[in-house]
């Protein structure tokens, strides 16, 4: 009896084992292709209007530096494949692209390739969908200076304004105190990057130089295709030197213009968004001696791994790369370095390891970023000013900035707009 | 506001000729464009929607042919003509179709063109923009007119453009095919009634208003950024400018253009944080004195 017992049980212990073993068979290969399955990562960014060219060299840069992780092996042993959206430049459409990247396109980790406007509300999603984003356009300083916009997921992989401001502040100030340029005018678009970014920077020039004296300002619209009344009251207001963060199209509309005008020669121009390919190629008659920051230019810093980037990036899409472009190589580099730190494409784990997480770089001022752990933001990119020439390399007489001095004067402004 | 900016310069002749020279060359560009604009409506009763694409073609195809023949002459009438030939296929293949239809669909199809004409501009040049660069001839130092700031490349501009002008009201008023215009615009069943083809006309005028559009194009072209979507910007100055001078009167956008220009160019001195502001606020004090613009006529 309990023989027979036994026998029934060990039959229907076999016919379970028997289901088991089978759905376990099945099952095995899908439990290894979660394992090994590629990671989506989702992408927003400006692919058509005005800004297209920003957009696309994000895309490019990224799509350059993805191939080489999975050559590689991937992201730690996972495939990146990446997603990428149009959001046209609209905020409301950069949002709604996150979202959907994260819902239904299965996307693991955010990359906001957005201006400020847009970053600003795929800030927002970030918060809500508690999702890895690194935010790898937005200069707008508060994006993650302001502890109260701070997030334990969100990065920013770019430059930030003030950062560019002391900088520049500090080389225009030299320049000035050389030359005795007291009287200064602004002429940046009407919209929170060009105000913020003037005001910042004029702070710092008067800072370093007290003799300095804003005597006017124009506000042009943002994409304005005529700056006539823009020069005109320059000519007008007669200032020695000029401030403006005019960017792309706009900054070489205002340069063509400004030529017919003789106006370089008449007026000592620091333009902070003129060091980027796309403004210097663009440029028929770029004048020589304006002042810029650079952007991205493959001579500054002047290493031969920064040259070999810009190179490879150009013999690859036919072009030079743009601001953005490195800006977006380096989240590709921080995420790789990440994942190999943290044994796993987990987006928790990986901003984990990710707060001041430091990695060679091309882009490096000693050749290495930082992601700051106090707010994570990249620190120790190269930042510069020189001097522009009509042909290659197109910017000359780099003076690089000084990161010690830049972390001092940004602690006194945190603390000046109660963010420490 | 900044009015004692504005009041020196107004003391000062030199700051007068410059600020001038700068309204004049504004309200240039816009006459050209803002003429065919209210050509078109003057005749065909169509609010072309289109028209900023078709300054935003004259102003491409005038990249091209500069950089094909390294002629400015031969590139500000190159680039009119091609544009007013796309104005006329334009008219021939899809205007033609919604005459005397809702205002709607006239604005559809208008739309629809303006995003087919802007990728069609990003897959011909590409999305990133373009410069055409100043010719040669007009790298030179500007002129110093009693004491004020001319560029050279402006007197030409504005040159150019009043004989576009003046051509064009010549065409319009002392021409046997301008008297048809203005007949058909007054009235179309008529004019078809003594045995002139309409379609054919309709067809002439929209090309005209292209090559008025290209004109500008090609005139600011080298001191413009060139980008897909250019030319709604000016599409919308271009609508201000014709409601100010009067929906289809051309001298009232030669008017309006003009005054346009110089509010702007004074503006920006007085009130530097308001001048788009000043440009609407004058459109809207003439439609409270005249509501139907400065050169229109009542609406029978």
Same mark, same amino acid.
């Given at each position: ?5 036994? &026998? ?29 399955k ?21 895309? *490019?840069?990224?799509?350059? @530096?993805? #191939? ?6 991937g ?5 990146? #494949? ?7 430049? !609209? ?22 390739? @957005?201006?400020?406007?847009?970053a ?13 984003t690194?935010?790898?356009?937005? @200069? /707008? ?8 916009l701070?997030?334990? *997921? ?5 430059r !930030? ?18 030359k005795?340029? =007291? ?13 913020? /970014?003037?005001? #910042? ?15 006017? @300002? ?12 823009v020069?005109t ?6 200032? !020695? ?27 000592? =121009? ?14 028929? &008659? ?15 810093? &002047? ?6 980037w ?12 743009? &601001? ?51 707010? !994570? ?14 042909t290659e ?23 000046k707009?109660?963010?420490? | ?39 078109? +409506? ?33 590139? $500000? ?22 005459y005397?239809?809702n ?13 087919? +004409? ?19 001839a007009f ?11 001319v560029?050279?490349?402006?007197l ?15 065409? $319009? ?32 005028? +929209? ?12 005139l600011a ?17 271009? +609508? ?26 004074f ?7 308001f001048?788009d ?6 459109m ?13 006529k009542?609406?029978?």
């Amino acid at each position: 009896m309990t023989h027979a017992h036994r &026998n029934r049980l060990d039959r229907r212990t076999l016919l379970k084992s028997a289901a088991a073993s089978t759905v376990g068979l099945l099952a095995a290969p899908m439990v290894a292709r979660a394992e090994n399955k590629s990671i989506k990562i989702g992408m927003s960014t400006i692919l058509s209007g005005r800004v297209a060219q920003l957009g696309t060299s994000s895309r *490019n840069a990224v799509m350059m @530096e993805v #191939e080489k992780v999975n050559a590689a092996g991937g992201l730690a042993g996972r495939q990146i #494949e990446m997603v990428i959206r149009d959001s046209k430049g !609209q905020p409301q459409e950069a949002a709604r692209l996150s979202r959907e990247l994260v819902n239904s396109d299965g996307c693991e980790i955010l990359i906001d390739a @957005e201006a400020s406007s847009g970053a600003f509300a795929v800030h927002e999603v970030a918060r809500d969908l508690g999702m890895l984003t690194l935010h790898t356009n937005s @200069e /707008t300083s508060s994006l993650s200076a302001d502890p109260k916009l701070r997030l334990p *997921n969100a990065f920013r992989v770019c430059r !930030q304004g003030v950062h560019d401001c002391i900088v520049g502040g500090a080389y225009a100030a030299k320049v000035a105190k050389a030359k005795n340029l =007291t009287k200064w005018m602004t002429t940046s678009p009407d919209y929170a990057y060009g105000r913020d /970014t003037t005001a #910042e920077y004029m702070s710092y020039v008067t800072h370093f130089n007290p003799d300095v004296e804003v005597v006017g @300002e124009a506000w042009p619209k943002l994409f304005q295709p005529d700056y006539t009344e823009v020069l005109t009251k320059i000519l007008q207001t007669k200032p !020695q030197a000029l401030y403006s963060c005019l960017w792309g199209g706009d900054v070489t509309a205002f340069i063509d213009q400004g030529n017919i005008y003789a106006l370089f020669g008449q007026v000592e =121009t620091f333009a902070v968004n003129m060091a980027d390919y796309t403004a210097l190629t663009a440029v028929k &008659n770029l004048p020589k001696g304006i002042h810029s920051g650079n952007r991205y230019i493959k001579t500054f810093p &002047n290493t031969p791994e920064n040259a070999a980037w810009g190179d490879a990036y150009r013999a690859k899409y036919n072009e030079y790369p743009t &601001n953005w472009a490195w800006e977006n190589a380096s989240a590709i580099h921080f995420l790789t370095a990440a994942a190999k730190k943290a044994s796993s494409a987990d987006g928790a784990k990986l901003a984990e390891v990710m707060k001041g997480l430091t990695i060679a770089s091309p882009f490096g001022a000693d050749g290495n970023i930082t992601l700051r752990a106090e707010d !994570q933001t990249m620190t120790g990119y190269a930042i510069g000013w020189g001097t522009t020439i009509p042909t290659e390399p197109y910017v000359t007489d780099m003076t690089t900035g000084d990161w010690k001095q830049i972390f001092e004067l940004e602690a006194e402004w945190k603390k000046k707009k109660n963010y420490a | 506001m900044d009015l004692a900016t504005l009041a020196t310069c107004l003391s000062s002749t030199a700051c007068i000729v410059t600020q001038s020279t700068g309204g004049l060359i504004i309200g240039m560009l816009l006459f050209l464009v803002a003429a065919g604009l209210t050509l078109i +409506f003057g005749v065909l009763k169509v609010v072309n929607f289109t028209h900023g694409s078709f300054y935003m073609l004259g102003a491409y195809f005038a990249l091209t042919i500069y950089q094909v023949t390294g002629s400015y002459t031969l590139t $500000i009438l190159g680039a009119g003509v091609a544009t007013a030939i796309v104005g006329l296929v334009f008219e021939r293949l899809f205007i033609s179709r919604v005459y005397g239809q809702n205002v709607l669909m006239q604005l559809l199809v208008c739309y629809g063109f303006v995003l087919i +004409f802007d990728d069609l501009v990003k897959i011909i040049w590409g999305v990133e923009f373009k410069s055409m660069g100043m010719p040669p001839a007009f790298q030179v130092p500007p002129l110093f007119i009693a004491g004020g700031v001319v560029p050279p490349f402006y007197l030409f501009v504005v040159g150019v453009a009043l004989v576009i002008g003046l051509a064009l009201w010549l065409v $319009i008023e002392r021409t046997r095919l301008g008297k048809t215009v203005r007949a058909a615009a007054y009235n179309p069943s008529m004019v078809a009634a003594l045995g002139i083809n309409t379609g054919y006309l309709y067809g002439l005028v +929209f090309a005209l208003g292209g090559l008025l559009a290209g004109f500008a194009g090609a005139l600011a072209a080298p001191v413009r950024s060139l980008t897909p979507g250019m030319g709604f910007s000016i599409l919308i100055e271009s +609508f201000i400018v014709t409601v100010i001078g009067g929906m289809g009167s051309i001298v009232g956008a030669f008017v309006a253009a003009l005054a346009i220009g110089l509010i702007r160019s004074f503006g920006s001195l007085g009130f530097p944080l308001f001048t788009d502001g000043l440009m609407y606020l004058f459109m809207v004090l003439v439609l409270i004195a005249r509501p139907t613009g400065l050169f229109g006529k009542e609406i029978a």
